[in-house]
């Protein structure tokens, strides 16, 4: 999504300077309220605070994402719940980790990075498997010998909001930002 959104707006800014931070939603949230960044994209789930104002983008589900040549791979779906499948997974102050323990199972965490690179690159070369958006990039996927599963327990959802400093007039470039993060949720 991030990749698309920023693509977007270089091609129809191109004199346009951006800088893109990657943090945890967290992170994302205290920079947007301290100010340090003008505009956020996190999981609703991570705002907890009154000082930033939401727009919400669009909701995700989540799939296992497997070696190709996985036993798991043919499988129509997996139940994460149902039995013990080694993760690769966010550390424990990630969104997504923290969504994982709260459906009522310990998941298994084998190794805890925290890039999606690393994490796929860990997945291909182990039998290891992880827990990531539906909306990955089959392309990605491909290049690392990986495919999608989806998962029939626990189900796992979020809903990806764009954040701004409530208070704080937005720019034209944050609007339009938004407007293209808005066009690309659809």
């Known amino acids: 999504f991030m990749g698309n959104v920023v693509a977007s707006f270089m091609s129809q800014r191109p004199a346009v300077n951006i800088s893109v931070v990657g943090r945890s939603s967290p992170e994302v ?7 340090k960044a003008e505009i956020g994209f996190v999981y609703d789930t991570a705002v907890a605070t009154d000082a930033v104002d939401i727009a919400p ?7 296992l994402v497997v070696q190709a040549a996985s036993p798991l791979a043919s499988r129509p779906s997996v139940d994460l719940a149902a039995q013990e ?5 966010f550390p424990p102050h990630y969104a997504l980790r923290r ?7 310990t998941p298994k965490i084998s190794a805890e990075v925290e890039t999606v690179d ?5 997945v291909s070369l182990t039998s290891a498997c992880c827990v990531l958006p539906d909306r990955i990039s089959a392309e990605l996927l491909h290049d690392y010998g990986l495919v999608r599963v989806p998962l029939a327990g626990p189900a796992l959802k979020r809903r990806i909001v764009a954040i701004t400093r409530k208070g704080r007039a937005k ?6 930002i938004l407007d293209i993060a808005l066009e690309h949720s659809k």
């Open 99 to 105: 969504m994982l323990e709260r459906h009522g199972f």
């Open 171 to 176: 720019t034209a470039l944050v609007d339009f």
């Open 118 to 122: 690393a994490m796929l690159k860990l």
């Open 57 to 63: 983008l669009f909701e995700e589900t989540m799939v």
């Open 85 to 89: 499948i080694p993760l690769v997974a």
């Open 29 to 35: 949230v205290d920079l947007v309220e301290a100010g």
